[in-house]
């Protein structure tokens, strides 16, 4: 029990209590919003204190731009049009229907949401600057439809309502619309912090970086894109909602697609991914001008233009993301020692091992018969049997373009048979989608490692534990690698490390069956003993099932029990590393590798 | 000629080659050989200027060229043919063998080495008029060859002329490197069909897992490999 | 009817000529760079604007027609020093998308001069082409006009792209990136000469089309978003998809301007590019590589 003991206490590292940036951000923003509300309005000048509700109001609709752009990965050029049909909406309700306005202001956010899933359908067909051209056109059509629509909207006189019960200030000398609007301001940052140390944020963060690591981890990219475009949009309508509260009048020109441009240039200019980005990209851009050429008020498009431009050219990664890289550089990081991969292989081999082993499963793992992929005239595969057994490794080897990398792409569902059959843990995957296929307990491991610098090191093996459908793994042990590899710089983990790291996620996903793509490229000759022997211990002692591809021979014949070989898309050789190894065809493979 | 000494470089996070030393001298024609994965498409690449090296030095004659764009080292003289026969598609073959030329400013010993490349390679005289994209794999490697020939650079490397091409293919492209070798420049080929490649070369330099793992005179290569097949032989 | 439906379509296929042109600006650079420069609108505005400067020229065929490529020359060097801020940023990196931002600001900018140098009231040109009837049609002369343009710059790019040694090596960018560095062509002199080209097709295009525009700071986007529509439709980096693409969002829209209300022409033009975009998003002619999911 000692040795037990011994595991699961913290690593007697000096901690540095460092706080995450995100949260410093927060702060920061969260104060720079309030002090900006509510002074102005505790002076009494009523200028400055509507035109610091607006700003707070572009900076929230700012945020949730961020959290699309860098989160989803979504590029947007026409959240002013959903800010707009949120406020629009409110507003003729409320003005025409005579609804009371927080009614109202439901409506106006259903229709957001609406407008937030037409926007999402595009994307899931094409993505980058094209989606950020059809959003735009919707973006630019959109005051047009207003002002065409003129029975309802009153076109380009536009709507008045009143609200100036709202406007007064209380005794505490700030109006109530003042603290709603830094309220909301504060509350979307905050969401947007939160959500990303969610299993939800996470998801959403892999699906944007690497479509094929989310779909390898059971989520599917095409769900979580139309979910952040709900979920932004939901944010924007209620944000729009307040747009009439605080100007008292609503007309087409406000949601001119210049607002959308602004909303978009705020968030790169700022620092996108960054939360204090936003506020400083909305002063910059919009507060800036106003002020300082409040007497030159044609100057001002001019400027903006001029200071996006600039900061573009000067500082690529916006203000703020300028900013942090200078920061993170100069401070000196260790590099990891070891990524605790060993610490959850000890765990399994202890007695406190919940017994993870399908040993005993009948049924081959993976059963492929016939299959057959043709691109044009060319066979990538010929009529390919392959059986792959509980508990074992199984090798794949070939030369390039002999169908290997194809194969692993079938099974882990990356790509589609023209014929034949592949059964993966008894169920027939050959139309199944890759997550899908991810659930059923597939997990797999990508020629270039999946490792994101967008995240830090801990959540890189995180979305491993988000992706498992039975916690097999006490939170205790999850604790102390969570500390262990928290101090981890994810930028300064070699290549050995980060393949491990990608297998340790693999294995908190509880993958029975574990696809490697060539996972000894790059790795020194050190490095692949050390490797041969941890794909031994999760086979015999996780009871793992392991199919792996690779170009290193030595390595494959060390530990495979059995090995296909693949030649121009056929199987010329199958069975254990002894009986084949006076094949001709593997021969050829040893002495004189020949191109397929 | 072309120098290379500690030469480390990767993609991205992934380290391909460590400390790869690497020399070829004018006239020689040096045949890098290993298998799939083991850095011989990074080493080219690296030299040619499409990847930055981590460490290392490249001379050129001396003039350090590592980090230089690829644009530049052809300017130099030192000319990278890729792997996979490309050339431009919808050009004519005339038209892409007058590109290959740009980085030389005289005509009369561009018509020189054009009418070499037709004497090699007749099917491309034929075809002068059409788009590259209706020759077969074959003859687009021949186009490619012909387009950095008349470039007449110092040194050409070719990342594996006979990938996708049928074997009979292989002799005249071969020879015509050779030919090409006699007229002074140093060549290093990376090649796959050892056999064929191996008549043509002077030197060569097995590259396993990044590091060169042997260098010897090309007719030494299959004794040494045999040799090392038989102690790797599992069992 | 019929002859409404002839005034139509011959107007909307002028006005077809001019996102045929747009489109074929920004294929050329798209093509050499990948880029597609948002700021084309407002460089076709500002060929516009200098016929609103060059007022005579409204009465005066002859001096008109010399101011055509002056026109077409200062827009080539605007957009080819727009072209070299652009790309600045991306001399140490391929693959970075500061080209949207740079190219956005530009626009911005440009907008932003519009504004300060006539106020925010729309100016408009006189064209000395007197109108000419075709097909039983009176159709004003700057429609025709830019049709002829069109047809010329397609075949003189055309002629450019294919012909020309230069031309070859722009082309050359645009069919294989990594062989043409390997080669040792000039990649960065052959962008910028790239965006000076596009800048003479969308100069003179302004110039001439300058009798039908509103040239004020709000028109160039709906210039560009058309254009885009256009090239997406015929397939981007195809000229001929251009053409055909132009046409057809212009035949669209001016179908919709005569029918339903003019309002509707930015509707209109969005629904053609989603319809297309999720039909077929290479567009008619376009190769399957488009910017997929």
Redesign the interface.
């Known amino acids: 029990m000692t040795s037990t003991a011994k595991l699961y206490a913290a690593a007697p590292t000096q901690r540095r209590a460092r706080a995450k940036t995100d949260t410093v951000q927060l702060a920061i923003a969260c104060v720079l919003i309030i002090l900006s509300g509510l002074i102005p309005d505790l002076a009494g000048n009523d200028y400055w204190t509507l035109s610091f509700q607006l700003v707070n109001l572009f900076i929230a609709v700012a945020a949730l731009q961020n959290l699309l752009m860098h989160d989803a990965g979504q590029t947007s050029f026409g959240q002013g049009a959903i800010f707009g049909v949120s406020a629009y909406c409110a507003s003729v309700v409320a003005s025409t229907y005579g609804l009371p306005y927080w009614q109202a202001a439901c409506c106006g956010v259903l229709a957001a949401v609406l407008a937030g899933f037409l926007y999402a359908l595009p994307s899931l067909r094409v993505q980058g600057y094209y989606l950020g051209f059809v959003t735009m056109s919707a973006a630019t059509v959109f005051p047009e439809m207003l002002v065409a629509a003129n029975r309802y909207t009153n076109g380009i006189n536009g709507i008045t309502l009143n609200f100036s019960a709202l406007h007064e200030r209380t005794a505490l000398g700030v109006s109530p619309m003042t603290l709603m609007v830094c309220g909301i301001a504060c509350a979307v940052l905050a969401a947007h912090v939160l959500l990303r140390r969610t299993a939800l944020g996470r998801r959403l963060r892999v699906a944007a970086i690497s479509p094929e690591a989310a779909q390898s981890l059971g989520v599917s990219p095409g769900l979580m894109r139309c979910l952040a475009f709900l979920i932004v949009a939901f944010g924007t309508g209620i944000v729009g909602t307040l747009y009439t509260p605080v100007v008292g009048f609503i007309s087409p020109a406000a949601f001119h697609i210049d607002a959308s441009i602004l909303f978009f240039l705020a968030v790169i200019v700022g620092g996108r991914g960054h939360i204090l980005g936003t506020v400083v990209g909305v002063w910059v851009l919009y507060l800036l001008p106003n002020i300082l050429l409040a007497e030159l008020a044609q100057y001002r498009l001019l400027v903006y233009g001029a200071v996006a431009l600039v900061v573009m050219l000067l500082m690529p990664d916006g203000i703020v993301g300028t900013f942090e890289r200078w920061r993170l550089r100069r401070r000196t990081s260790q590099p990891l020692q070891s990524v605790g991969l060993e610490r959850l292989l000890e765990f399994h081999r202890g007695p406190g091992a919940a017994g993870e082993k399908p040993g005993a499963v009948t049924g081959n793992a993976i059963d492929v018969r016939a299959a057959t992929k043709r691109y044009g005239s060319v066979s990538a595969l010929d009529s390919v049997d392959l059986t792959v057994r509980n508990n074992h490794i199984h090798g794949l080897v070939g ?2 373009g002999s169908g290997k990398t194809t194969l692993l792409n079938m099974l882990s569902g990356f790509s589609r048979l023209d014929s034949g059959s592949v059964r993966v843990a008894g169920q027939e995957v050959r139309s199944m989608p890759a997550h899908r296929i991810a659930r059923l307990g597939l997990g797999r491991t990508f020629q ?1 490692p999946r490792i994101f610098s967008t995240m830090s090191l801990w959540e890189n093996v995180e979305i491993g534990i988000d992706a498992a459908h039975k916690h097999t793994h006490p939170a205790c042990l999850l604790a102390a690698l969570r500390q262990a590899m928290e101090e981890g710089n994810v930028e300064l ?3 050995g490390q ?1 393949r491990l790291v990608e297998l340790m996620r693999v294995v908190l996903k509880g993958s029975d069956i574990i696809l490697l793509d ?1 996972p000894a ?5 050190s490095e692949r003993e050390q490797f041969k022997k941890l794909l031994c211990r999760l086979r015999d002692e996780l009871g793992k099932t392991i199919v792996l591809v690779e ?4 390595l494959v ?2 530990i495979a029990d059995t090995i296909t070989v693949l030649e121009a898309g056929k199987m010329v050789a199958h069975g254990s ?2 009986e084949i ?1 006076d094949n001709p065809f593997v021969r050829k493979l ?6 397929a | 000629m072309l120098e290379i000494q500690q030469l480390c470089s ?7 080659l ?1 400390d790869v030393d690497l020399s070829v001298k004018p006239g020689e024609i040096l045949l890098v ?6 850095g011989k498409s990074t080493l080219l690449r690296t030299i ?3 990847i930055k090296p981590e460490r290392g030095s490249i001379r050129l004659d001396g003039k350090e060229i590592g980090g230089m ?3 530049a080292i ?2 130099d003289g030192l ?4 792997d996979g026969h ?6 004519t073959v005339w ?1 892409n063998l ?3 030329a ?2 030389r400013k005289d005509r009369k010993g561009f018509d020189a080495a054009v009418d070499e490349v037709f004497e090699v390679f007749p099917i491309l005289k034929e075809r002068l008029r059409q788009p590259a994209r209706s020759l077969s794999g074959g003859q687009q490697q021949m186009l490619a060859l012909g ?2 020939f008349v ?1 007449q650079p110092r040194i050409l490397l070719s990342d594996e002329p ?3 091409l049928a074997q009979s293919l292989l002799p005249p492209i071969l020879n015509f490197l050779r030919r090409w070798a006699q007229s002074g420049t140093a060549i290093v080929i990376v090649e ?4 064929i490649a191996l008549s043509v070369a002077d030197r060569a330099m097995v590259v396993e ?2 590091a060169i793992k042997l260098s010897c005179a090309a007719r030494d290569l299959k004794a040494h ?2 040799r090392e ?1 038989q102690n ?4 | 009817m019929f002859d409404e439906l002839a005034i139509v379509v011959i107007r909307g296929i002028g006005l077809g000529a001019i996102f045929a042109l747009i489109a074929m600006s920004m294929n050329v650079v798209y093509g050499a760079t990948h880029i597609l420069n948002f700021a084309q609108g407002n460089m076709f505005v500002l060929g516009g604007f200098v016929a609103v400067a060059a007022t005579p020229a409204g009465q005066n065929l002859s001096l008109w027609l010399v101011l055509v490529p002056v026109a077409a020359l200062v827009l080539a060097l605007v957009v080819a020093l727009q072209g070299w801020i652009t790309l600045i940023p991306l001399r140490h990196s391929v693959e970075q998308n500061s080209w949207l931002i740079t190219t956005m600001a530009v626009s911005i900018m440009i907008s932003a001069t519009l504004l300060l140098v006539q106020g925010p009231w729309a100016a408009t040109a006189r064209s000395p082409i007197p109108p000419l009837t075709m097909f039983g049609v009176r159709t004003p002369g700057p429609y025709l006009a830019l049709m002829a343009l069109a047809i010329f710059w397609f075949f003189a790019l055309r002629w450019f792209l294919q012909r020309t ?1 230069v031309g ?2 722009v ?2 960018l645009s ?2 990136l ?10 960065r002199q052959l962008q910028l000469l790239a965006f000076a080209i596009s800048g003479l097709v969308v100069g003179s295009a302004g110039f001439v089309a300058a009798p039908l525009m509103s040239i004020s700071a709000d028109t160039g986007i709906r210039y560009v978003l058309n254009g885009f529509v256009a090239a997406v439709i015929g397939g981007m980096g195809s000229n001929v998809g251009a053409m055909v693409g132009g046409a057809l969002v212009g035949v669209v829209s001016m179908l919709a301007i005569y029918f339903v209300g003019g309002e509707y022409q930015g509707l209109v033009s969005l629904l053609l590019l989603v319809g297309m975009l999720l039909i077929r998003p290479e567009g008619l002619f376009g190769q399957a590589s488009a910017r997929r999911v």
């Open positions: 030369a390039n270039k983990v070699p290549h980060r060539e490229a790059g790795l020194s000759p170009h290193d021979l030595e014949w060390g590393a002894a190894v040893f002495i004189e590798p020949t191109h | 990767g993609y991205g996070n992934v380290p391909v460590r050989v290993g298998e799939n994965g083991a040619g200027g499409f764009s690829p644009e052809a300017r000319r990278l043919v890729l490309r050339v431009f598609p919808d050009i038209d007058r590109l290959g740009v980085v387009q950095a470039a006979s990938l996708g796959q069909h050892i056999d897992r990044g490999l045999r097949a790797l032989s599992p069992v | 040694l070859l090596a082309s050359a069919q294989d990594e062989a043409a560095r390997a080669a040792g062509l000039k990649v």
